[in-house]
């Protein structure tokens, strides 16, 4: 079993940027593919970017070139820079990993990103 603990969500202004952080409970090179997720009210949750083990990054559409995924090994953590973002950024922000292909049946608590002004 793995624990996510996504931070670093808050309210930010149209065209505003923001750092998202994901702390993993067990090494995040041991869980290959880490990736961030959103779920907006009303709405399933969609993917938004992933990094491999290899830091090949891939993206949704609506996020490419405005969002910027990241990890650090060192500090066992996964980032997110978000820059440049639009009201209907705003959502509640997870983070999983899939070791094996698969995204894991475990999800943090989230957290909330809210843009408007």
């Known amino acids: 079993q793995v624990q996510f603990v996504e931070s670093g969500g808050g309210l930010v202004q149209p065209g505003g940027s923001l750092r998202l952080s994901c702390a993993a409970s067990?090494?995040?090179?041991?869980?290959?593919?880490m990736g961030w997720f959103r779920q907006a009210p009303g709405r399933q949750r969609e993917f938004v970017a992933q990094?491999?083990?290899?830091?090949?990054?891939r993206y949704s559409d609506s996020v490419k070139g405005r969002f910027t995924i990241s990890r650090d090994t060192a500090e066992n953590t996964v980032y997110l820079q978000m820059n440049s973002v639009k009201p209907e950024d705003t959502a509640v922000y997870y983070c999983?990993?899939?070791?094996?292909?698969?995204?894991?049946?475990?999800w943090g608590q989230g957290t909330q990103v809210s843009v408007s002004s």
């Open positions: 990094i491999t083990r290899g830091n090949i990054t």
């Open positions: 067990i090494s995040i090179l041991s869980l290959n593919t």
């Open positions: 999983n990993a899939a070791p094996s292909g698969i995204w894991t049946r475990f």
